[in-house]
């Protein structure tokens, strides 16, 4: 069974159609940027940071059948070590001179703290800070991990343990205002090592910085997803058992990926602090969190590229309408959750592969041309069908 569920994932992966990478590349670096203006753009550029999420949660729950709820907190402490850095920088003792205690952060001074708390003090450095946007998220995930698939939870248990999670962490940075800003987050952030990063030139360079990134994780995500862990996570989601009977230590490939899709929402959090100037803990929550795995099932759970469409499209749907109906957005997010469950459970790539491939088979296949025969070949094969049949009508067998 494990080897039938493996051939079968190999052959699924056999063929990448590359013209569909260049062609949301030629989107995102092309199109977008010449069509839209910089308002837009910086818009457009949010919507991609939720699309490293999405990437990760194909990995997670497309592959390998983990649904997490709570992809929020990486996207968060992400944003959140790279808004320190940002807070800390926007907070020299010329800029906070006014303050009471000058350079610390202002949310500090109002909650009365007198010095610098000791976790703040590493993300003075970039290098710290850079290497802290990956390794707190892929920390914490190791964690939640090691504790859940170690003792075989999976499934429905899993899910509300990690929308549990998100809804503790969420509370937590509330309640802790005077380090973590509170519930109006860190707000205020204008530089990046001197460089503004509120002008449009920044909000261009910041937009291909983040397109660029978006691709090589997706790069990353399809090489996990063709090579024989990806085929692996197949093998587990469908028939996890016989995986674990075969000797291989499922909890630890459970691990290794809830950490990668932790390390992709980390990554797309830190890109969206800088690109924002601001992060705050409604990022992290619950309600953030299902969004992020509805972006994910409208693209289809088992698609990269229908992770981002899914992700730019349900965005783009949510800024209009909430324009318009600001009340009634989660009654919309809800119905369109339950219709793509129930209408189309593989998601835009799912209908893509049912319907508009097919057409284009049908519509652009070349037709097959009759071979030409020569008409030599013709009269002579016309005397030996002629010299056949008598043979037949003579013969004291044949039918009347």
């Keep these: 069974m494990l080897s039938q569920l493996s051939a079968t994932a190999a052959q699924n992966t056999s063929k990448v159609d590359w013209w569909k990478y260049l062609l949301l590349a030629a989107i995102i670096f092309i199109v977008l940027p010449l069509s839209l203006d910089i308002f837009r753009l910086n818009l457009i550029g949010k919507y991609l940071t939720y699309a490293f999420v999405a990437i990760g949660l194909v990995l997670c729950w497309g592959c390998g ?3 997490s709820l709570g992809q929020g907190v990486f996207f968060g402490l992400g ?4 808004a320190m850095f940002l ?6 003792p010329e800029a906070t001179a006014i303050q009471s205690t000058p350079g610390i952060p202002d949310f500090m001074d109002w909650n009365q703290l007198t010095e610098l708390p000791w976790f703040w003090q590493p993300f003075d450095s970039l290098a710290f800070t850079l290497v802290a946007v990956i390794a707190v998220p892929v920390l914490f995930a190791f964690i939640i991990g090691v504790a859940m698939f170690t003792r075989r939870v999976g499934g ?11 809804a503790i ?10 380090y973590t800003g509170g519930v109006n ?5 204008r530089t990046f090592l001197g460089w503004d990063i509120r002008t449009e030139s920044a909000q261009y360079l910041l937009y291909f910085i983040n397109a660029v990134l978006l691709f090589g994780c997706l790069f990353a995500a399809l090489y996990i997803k063709r090579c024989k862990l990806g085929r692996l996570l197949v093998a587990m989601r469908e028939k996890e058992d016989r995986v674990r009977f075969s000797g291989y230590n499922v909890a630890s490939f459970k691990i290794f990926i809830f950490c990668v899709g932790a390390a992709f929402a980390a990554i797309g959090g830190a890109m969206f602090t800088l690109q924002v100037g601001f992060m705050s803990p409604s990022f992290v929550g619950i309600v953030p969190s299902i969004e992020m795995v509805i972006f994910c099932a409208v693209g289809g759970r088992l698609s990269l590229l229908g992770a ?3 992700t730019l499209l349900v965005n783009l749907a949510k800024t209009s309408f909430s324009e318009s109906f600001p009340q009634l957005w989660l009654f919309a997010m809800g119905a369109l959750f339950i219709g793509v469950v129930l209408a189309f459970p593989d998601g835009l790539a799912g209908l893509y592969q049912s319907y508009i491939q097919p057409w284009f088979k049908r519509v652009f296949k070349p037709k097959a041309s009759k071979p030409d025969v020569p008409k030599q070949a013709v009269q002579a094969a016309e005397p030996e069908a002629d010299s056949a049949s008598p ?6 067998n044949a039918p009347a």
């Design 391 to 396: 043979s037949l009508k003579e013969s004291p």
């Design 156 to 166: 429905v248990y899993f899910a509300i343990i990690t929308q549990a999670i998100a």
């Design 169 to 178: 962490l969420t509370i937590l940075i509330i309640g802790q205002q005077g």
């Design 87 to 92: 807070k800390l920088e926007a907070s020299s």
């Design 79 to 82: 944003g959140y070590c790279m």
């Design 308 to 310: 981002v469409y899914g």
């Design 65 to 67: 059948g983990i649904l």
């Design 185 to 189: 987050g860190i707000t205020d952030l």
